[in-house]
């Protein structure tokens, strides 16, 4: 699901998105093929009505919250890198997010376990001038390449911001006293 445009400033240009690792949906693949094969066997096992129902019912009850809920989670949450922002959304029915301006970012660092390091993932931590804090993205594919790029993505913003004077309608930029 692409980012919105209409959610963009003017100039803003979305330089890559991510969801969350699909390390994410081991778990929940994992129990919606027990669940079919645990209640297949046991619906086929019993010839009562009643309890085939019950059997139903309940595995039904078990898959909403453990493999819907959770891909729903994984699904609705977009980390998008703009030329001038950093941009988390979450939330399935309520939506929570937090934006971080390129020109505030202060150091950008990562954190990879033995498991992210088998799968190619990490958490990216994102320090911030902000009195809000830092900014914590969990679960990032390839989270030292985004390092990387964030890193890119900050200079060329402070590069834009430096050249300010620049008149947009010409593309004039004063010479730079010598």
Do not use: C
Request: aromatic share 12%; proline share 5%.
């Amino acid at each position: 699901m692409a980012y919105p445009q209409k959610l963009l400033s003017d100039g803003e240009t979305v330089q890559f998105e991510l969801r969350p690792h699909f390390r994410a949906l081991f778990v929940p693949i994992i129990v919606l093929l027990a669940e079919v094969f645990i209640g297949a066997w046991l619906f086929f096992l019993t010839d009562n009505t009643i309890v085939r129902w019950a059997i139903a019912i309940i595995f039904i009850v078990l898959f909403v919250p453990f493999v819907l809920i959770a891909f729903l989670r994984w699904l609705t949450t977009q980390y998008v890198f703009t030329n001038r922002r950093i941009i988390t959304r979450r939330g399935i029915i309520s939506k929570q997010g937090r934006d971080m301006p390129l020109s505030k970012v202060q150091n950008v660092s990562f954190d990879v376990s033995v498991m992210g390091r088998i799968l190619n993932y990490g958490a990216l931590k994102i320090d911030s001038a902000n009195t809000e804090g830092d900014l914590i993205v969990e679960d990032v594919p390839n989270v030292e390449e985004i390092q990387r790029e964030v890193y890119r993505l900050h200079e060329e913003d402070d590069e834009r911001r430096r050249n300010r004077s620049t008149d947009p309608d010409t593309g004039y930029v004063p010479p730079a006293d010598t």
